[in-house]
Nanobody, 121 residues
Framework: QVQLVESGGGLVRAGDSLRLSCVAS????????MGWFRQAPGKEREFVAV????????GYAESVKGRFTISRDNAKNTVYLQMNTLKPEDTAVYYC??????????????WGRGTQVTVSS
């Protein structure tokens, strides 16, 4: 059974940092692109970041570029999202996904259940 499990969310203040983790199990994801998406209340799910291992490539939403960093540890089947200088508008449920290298959520085959990030002003 393929599973993606996110962790690391929480309640922080504007300007703080958080690191989200996503552990994949059930199969090896080294050949997949791993992405992070988020969904705020009343809004559509939106792309945040994506990483492809071979060839190595990353992509970020404009709103998080320079503040967020995606990385992965293939040995641990884990992908991370380091979030710095958090803003209240970053408040959302963050989802990890595995699939094709894309900003389009429909291109991802596997999804986690999400972890809540709340940033107070």
């Amino acid at each position: 059974q393929v599973q993606l499990v996110e962790s690391g969310g929480g309640l922080v203040r504007a300007g703080d940092s958080l690191r989200l983790s996503c552990v994949a199990s059930g199969r090896t994801f080294s050949s997949d692109a791993m992405g992070w998406f988020r969904q705020a209340p009343g809004k559509e799910r939106e792309f945040v970041a994506v990483l492809r291992w071979t060839p190595r490539s990353t992509g970020y939403a404009e709103s998080v570029k320079g503040r967020f960093t995606i990385s992965r540890d293939n040995a641990k089947n884990t992908v991370y999202l380091q979030m710095n200088t958090l803003k209240p508008e970053d408040t959302a449920v963050y989802y990890c996904a595995a699939g094709s290298y894309s900003t389009n959520a429909a291109r991802y085959d596997y999804w986690g259940r999400g972890t809540q990030v709340t940033v107070s002003s």
